[in-house]
Each structure stands twice: as C-alpha cells, then as structure tokens.
T-cell receptor, first 116, second 113 residues
Framework: GAGVSQSPSNKVTEKGKDVELRCDPI?????LYWYRQSLGQGLEFLIY????????KSGLPSDRFSAERTGGSVSTLTIQRTQQEDSAVYLC??????????????FGPGTRLTVT | GQQLNQSPQSMFIQEGEDVSMNCTSS?????WLWYKQDPGEGPVLLIA?????ELTSNGRLTAQFGITRKDSFLNISASIPSDVGIYFC?????????????FGRGTQLTVWP
C-alpha cells in the first residue's frame, strides 16, 4: 500500500477490557509516531519509535498504555484496563527518518476507540 | 510542556472570501507546519516553514513563520467549498533527535456556497 494503514478503523470496547491498535507505516520509513486526538482537541503526542526502539515515551498518559514495534515496521499500541477517558481517535504517522531533517510525517486514517 | 494556541476555533465564511488563522506558542520552534484534516482521515501537510520570517505559498494558501519563532499564520484566498475541514498548526524542533510535533487545537472551517 502507498500510505500508512491502521486497524481496526473503529473499536468499541467495554470499560476494563484490553485493546490493541495496529499501525502499518509506509515501507522504508524508519520513524513512527503515535498521537491521540480527543473530541475537539488537537493531536497529543504519545510515543515515538526510531526503528524498533522508543527513545521518547514521554506522552504515554499512564502505565496502562504501551507500544511496541517489530522488524522496524508494524507497531502495536496496547491499552490495558480501558477507561472511558481513553475514548479518542488514535493516529499513527511515519516518516523517512527523524533528526536532522524536518521529515514530513504521513498520517494514517486513525482508529476511533470508544470505551463504554 | 509547549502549548500552542490556535485561533479562531471556528470560522463560517462565504465562498470566495479570504480566511486567516494563526497560532502562537509559549516556546520557540525552528519549524512550523500547517495541516488539514478531513472527516475520518488523518491530517495532511499543507505547508512547512523552516526559517523565521519565511513566507511560503502553496496555491491559494500562504503561511508565514513569525520572526519571534513563537507564532505563525495561514491565509487562504478565494475560498472554495472543498476548503472545508479542520486546519491545525504544529511546531517542531528540527535537529532534535525526536521530531515530535506539537499541535494547536485546530480551526474548523465551514464554507457556504
């Protein structure tokens, strides 16, 4: 595929359940970012991967949130024991690299998570 | 953390009118970016600014990087219905190894035909 893909596109879950959100970045992009967009809000940074390592996890709101990336490609964001305030659109972005260049971040369509 | 204040929050305009929105920050950035988000989609980059004072155009869009490095504006001339969407400003510190973007809360633009 040409762009960043995310799955599922929509997820409804009950409070207390765990969820996994998946991101497939653009092939060859080494940098991967997760952001969260709550209703009427801007995008809030969660975590950044360079390759398989995460040098910046400072945006993860609590220890219920974790993410991993394998093979320098697919990333999974896991939310344990979901709460209603976790309801939001979770967006993934990838770029060729981070660092010296202001490499454009290409965003996926997002996963809309609703916790009931 | 770095806070971006974007205004106005929403705009309702007639087709053909010009639009202006701006963004201010409590901290300096060395890169300012403007994105547009359509419903159900991720944001798409419209314009990137890399130098204080820089004025850049992309078709009917013009953006400027403020000389204080703490602000930026976006102008849209002769608006058309497909300009409808949410516009976000974002700041970035190029040269940092991290590359994260800091976003404003967005400007919801509605264009009446």
């Amino acid at each position: 595929g040409a762009g960043v893909s995310q799955s599922p596109s929509n997820k409804v879950t009950e409070k207390g359940k765990d969820v996994e959100l998946r991101c497939d970045p653009i092939s060859g992009h080494t940098a991967l970012y997760w952001y969260r967009q709550s209703l009427g809000q801007g995008l809030e940074f969660l975590i950044y991967f360079q390759g398989n390592s995460a040098p910046d996890k400072s945006g993860l709101p609590s220890d219920r949130f974790s993410a991993e990336r394998t093979g320098g490609s697919v990333s999974t964001l896991t939310i344990q024991r979901t709460q209603q305030e976790d309801s939001a659109v979770y967006l993934c972005a990838s770029s060729l690299r981070s660092g010296a260049g202001a490499e454009e971040q290409y965003f996926g369509p997002g996963t809309r998570l609703t916790v009931t | 953390g770095q806070q971006l204040n974007q205004s106005p929050q929403s705009m309702f305009i007639q087709e053909g009118e010009d639009v202006s929105m701006n963004c201010t920050s409590s901290s300096i950035f060395n890169t300012w970016l403007w994105y547009k988000q359509d419903p159900g989609e991720g944001p798409v980059l419209l314009i990137a600014l890399y130098k204080a004072g820089e004025l850049t155009s992309n078709g009917r869009l013009t953006a400027q990087f403020g000389i204080t490095r703490k602000d930026s504006f976006l102008n849209i001339s002769a608006s058309i219905p497909s300009d409808v969407g949410i516009y976000f400003c974002a700041g970035q510190n190029r040269g940092s190894t991290l590359g994260r973007l800091y976003f404003g809360r967005g400007t919801q633009l509605t264009v009446w035909p």
